[in-house]
């Protein structure tokens, strides 16, 4: 069974950087990333590979990055500039909504 282990959220002030991991336990599918969801929302999409392309959602676009490490099984997502607009359980994805989920970690980003 594939697992996906994240790790790197926490407590920031606003204008603070994170750098969230997810570690894979073969090699990535064609389409992973990194989803969120706030308490009272939808889980929403923050960033993702697809194939070689990269997507991310207007609202993080100029401050989040993501990256991956296909040898290490492990994609990234570095977050600057965070906002309290950011604070969210955040889940890594592999296959898409019908793929396989992490746990989720908690970021929080006080004002």
């Known amino acids: 069974q594939v697992r996906l282990v994240e790790s790197g959220g926490g407590l920031v002030q606003s204008g603070g950087s994170l750098r969230l991991s997810c570690t894979a336990s073969?090699?990535?599918?064609?389409?992973v990333g990194w989803y969120r969801q706030a308490p009272g929302k939808q889980r929403e999409l923050v960033a993702i590979?697809?194939?070689?392309?990269?997507e991310y959602r207007d609202s993080v676009l100029g401050r989040f990055t993501i990256s991956r490490d296909n040898a290490k099984n492990t994609v990234y997502l570095q977050m600057n500039s965070l906002k309290p607009e950011d604070t969210a359980i955040y889940y890594c994805?592999?296959?898409?909504?019908?793929?396989?989920w992490g746990q989720g970690t908690q970021v929080t980003v006080s004002s």
């Open positions: 590979f697809s194939g070689d392309i990269t």
């Open positions: 073969r090699s990535f599918f064609n389409v």
């Open positions: 994805n592999m296959g898409g909504a019908s793929g396989i």
